[in-house]
């Protein structure tokens, strides 16, 4: 299954992630934009960034589903606030999306999120 979601990644701009509900318990699914790091990794950036109700999610259980093109796959999420790295990830954002990409998309810069694959 890693094979086909790693293809599908390769060939998408946004990728469906579902997480748990830290109150409700409920599964809530949301269309993010990413970039892949080396193959091995999904970085997602919160565009509330730690503000945002489903990295909130994740701090309290860091179970993750990725989903693109009918494949998926559940992993486990690794939050990080490393600022010197939000910004090298942002600009990698910025290069992957070109013109669809704006500044006013991400209006809190303070965390990120790696998935390994």
Known sequence: MRGDLL???RQSNEVEITVTGRKSKKRFTTPVWFIL????????????GSH???FKNLERNPQIELG???TSASLRATLARDQVEVNKILDKFRTKYGSMWS???YTVRDTYVEVPL
Not at 37 to 48: A, G, R, S, Y
């Open 103 to 105: 500044e006013s998309y």
């Open 7 to 9: 293809d599908k990644l």
């Open 52 to 54: 945002n109700n489903w």
């Open 37 to 48: 790091q080396d193959d091995k990794k999904v970085i997602l950036v919160p565009t509330k």
């Open 68 to 70: 693109v093109g009918g």
